[in-house]
DNA sequence: CGATAGACATTTGTATACAATACCGTCAAG
DNA sequence: CTTGACGGTATTGTATACAAATGTCTATCG
């Protein structure tokens, strides 16, 4: 057992009203009362707004003029922006783990590695883990990194609901080249290169976000194709 | 009235303890408890914890192992990178700004920047006033780069406790630069130059970084020299 | 017909009591 | 002298009741 999750109740809380709000069961914009959070996680109020205030924070949930909760409703804007701040700080989190990591945490990302490779080369890929594997790559880049104003903002910026996640459809081809700029990642880490692992994962960011800009904006062709 | 300040004592809790945080009158790494909390804002339990998820997310406070409180204790490197993120996000923001803002929101700078200049004409120039104004300068334009995240991000990184800033002893041709550059972001809004507004703003924050760097070393030396 | 005031319903905010947990000093055994 | 178990105390976590506020609907007036 990696950590034994404590039974706070606001933790149970925030896990589950995250998962209703990321899986797409709540609609944005849709709005959400206390009461009505604190039935699905099946806590009490307290521990709810607990939970409320640290998704406010990570901006799945947004507070009206006065007070009343809604489910996020990220614009076009929103989603370009979130990938560019995450280029700059993820960039700077390869940057500085490039000095900090240690040798033990090159060797996982290794194994994730396989990992990673092993799900593309199954026919079909296995994006779901690839999906996880690679979240928990860039997890141990921001460990290694040792910065808690990093580790507090990059959740910003890396969640998005699953009916966005999911209109990309990913080709072998794009899976292939992530997995070869995760080796390269390591190259660097391994060189202790700050400059080039800063650089590799700029440019793996960016990528990403063509990918699932093009990709999405095919799948909102479609959707308007059936309309 | 700008805006009036809700009497929610949530509120209340958060300036105060944010106040007591960053007065200096609390030790860094000291312990705190929500009761002693309750006592100094006046108010009950239930809203200091609300406060305090929020001063914990701006890295004021944090929690031990399990759920101690205690005053947030930076390292030189931590203050190291707060400079480098912020010019970062900074430089972000003002090329967001140098998009968005709006001919009001120039001319409002405009009169900061007029402030600011006559806060460092005084002699002895008025460093109060030219914090305070400095400081509503960047709100502007963090509010002119109209994104959410940067909105939630950069409060983590512009404060500092008291005695950390007062360590900066600021010459009268530090400030006048400083003064410039703020004039040198106005006309790079005016022409709406996004690269433009980034530079500057960037070399403006990493100057202040090597001002603040250079008489904290000084304010050191001094205090050993005295032990 | 539109606007507005006022009563009612819904939702959020706060205080308090109590439960669960973590810390710390003491003492006993090795 | 160190180590580890135990119990009392301090601190945090949760539920609940009630207060304040916000939104909504309707009836009345211009």
Redesign the interface.
């Given at each position: 057992m990696e950590k034994a999750a404590s039974p706070r109740a606001s933790d149970i809380a925030y896990d589950k009203i995250r998962q209703f709000v990321l899986s797409g069961r709540a609609e944005p914009g849709q709005q959400l009362t206390e009461e009505q959070l604190a039935r699905i996680s099946g806590v009490s109020r307290?521990p709810v707004?607990?939970a409320v205030?640290?998704l406010e924070?990570e901006?799945l949930i947004?507070r009206s003029d006065s007070k009343r909760l809604f489910v996020a409703d990220w614009s076009a804007d929103?989603i370009d922006?979130?990938f560019?701040?995450r280029g700059?700080?993820e960039g700077?989190a390869a940057s500085?783990a490039a000095r900090n990591i240690s040798a033990r945490q090159i060797e996982e990302l290794g194994r994730i590695s396989d990992l990673l490779d092993a799900a593309v080369r199954c026919s079909p890929p296995d994006v779901t883990a690839f999906l996880a594997q690679n979240r928990r790559f860039h997890e141990i880049i921001l460990e290694a990194a040792r910065?808690?104003?990093?580790s507090?903002?990059l959740p910003?910026?890396v969640e998005q609901p699953v009916v966005r996640r999911t209109a990309a459809q990913y080709k072998t081809e794009e899976l292939l080249q992530s997995a070869r700029e995760h080796r390269e990642l390591i190259a660097a880490f391994t060189a202790r290169d700050s400059h080039w692992a800063r650089a590799v994962m700029t440019s793996h960011i960016r990528r990403a976000f063509h990918v699932f800009s093009s990709t999405a904006k095919r799948h909102k062709e479609q959707r308007q194709a059936n309309d």
């Open positions: 307290t707004r607990e205030r640290r924070n901006l947004v929103d922006e979130m560019v701040l700059m700080l700077h500085r910065s808690p104003r990093l507090a903002m910003m910026l």
